[in-house]
């Protein structure tokens, strides 16, 4: 199935039942006392943060939700049951933007519940217009409409780190050596993208499918790269050692990003250079140096030498960890 991370849809809320006119049973009168009882409430609508970036693609067939209405009153004063709520599973990470108000809400939390919408209010039975001047009410009220609207969500990844860079950089590769193959979450599609989450002793990676020269004009990838690094936490900038001009390689990324978003480049940046086995040790020393002007933070790696993943590996949990 096809990765979705972003939907249109309308939701309602329940409609509020309708309130009656009825009246008491009594032997020998036409009319007892009033006794129409209020319709119930609509149901709500919340949306809920789940832990499973996938979910969206199951509703790329459902295009309405809504909420149960509330049930009509009943006779003998008896009022009508609420609608049931309904609630929306969602990934954390998503934006949930009203489009009637332009209200913006964000799921950030595993099993976070939001309210989105009111249900409409039950309608009144005749019982509520009973007085000293009217003791035969046969007025009712019927419920009310629950609020609706149109919704686009959208995903944002969330990850402690995403490996970003060039599509040369060697990411996957990099996160397959650090992640190992056992502890992989799960590769999604992105129309001609895959992403991919790692699980790095207890932290996520991920792999977002790189960038080209004005990407953030809408170029190759576009956004569709670039919105899913807004949240991560640090962003491990891989640059290739088989590229003769690593300073212009990691202009165009960092450009890219600024062009995007500033914030994106207040993010932590740790630079690695990976396919240190492509050039001598010398031009590998010769590049971490340079690279220190960018970055404090500058590794080297190549992920057929297990030496260097493993000082990678102890290197970034380090940081990690101080960053928890």
């Given amino acids: 199935m096809a990765f979705v991370d972003e939907l249109k849809i309308h939701i309602s809320a329940g409609k509020g039942g309708n309130g009656i006119a009825a009246w008491l049973h009594e032997k020998s ?23 499973d970036i996938g979910i ?8 309405e939700f809504r909420a149960d209405n509330g049930q009509n009153g009943l006779g003998k004063n008896m009022f009508g049951k609420k609608g049931k709520d309904l609630i929306i599973d969602l990934p954390v990470g998503s934006v949930i933007t009203n489009e009637n108000s332009g209200k913006e809400i964000q799921l950030l939390k595993d099993g976070e519940e939001v309210f989105l919408l009111k249900g409409g209010r039950g309608g009144w039975g005749n019982t509520h217009f009973k007085g000293s001047k009217n003791v035969k009410p046969r007025t009712c009220t019927p419920g009310k409409p629950g609020e609706d609207a149109s919704f686009y969500i959208e995903l944002q990844l969330m990850a402690d780190a995403g490996l970003i860079g060039l599509p040369n950089a060697g990411k996957s590769s990099l996160l ?4 190992n193959a056992s502890a992989k979450i799960g590769a999604y599609q992105f129309t001609t993208l895959e992403p991919n989450l790692g699980a790095f002793y207890g932290f996520i990676l991920a792999d977002i499918p790189g960038l080209i020269e004005g990407a953030s004009e809408g170029r190759g990838l576009g956004d569709k790269f670039l919105r ?36 994106l480049i207040k993010k932590q940046e740790i630079i690695i250079l990976t396919k240190t086995d492509t050039v001598t040790p010398a031009i590998v020393k010769k590049a971490v140096t340079a690279m220190k002007k960018k970055s404090k933070q500058v590794f080297s790696v190549s992920i057929i030498d297990d030496a260097s ?9 380090a940081i990690f960890e101080e960053k928890a």
């Fill in 29 to 51: 009168r036409e009319f007892g006392g009033p006794a129409g009882g209020d319709g119930g409430n609509g149901g709500n609508v919340y949306v809920r943060g789940v832990r």
């Fill in 56 to 63: 969206l693609a199951k509703y790329r067939n459902e295009k």
């Fill in 176 to 179: 397959n050596e650090l992640t």
């Fill in 228 to 263: 899913h690094i807004r949240r991560t936490k640090i962003l491990l900038h891989c640059v290739s050692l088989e590229n003769e001009d690593l300073n212009s390689v990691y202009k165009t990324i960092r450009e890219e990003l600024k062009q995007y978003d500033e914030e």
């Fill in 309 to 317: 993943v493993k000082k990678l590996r102890e290197d970034l949990m």
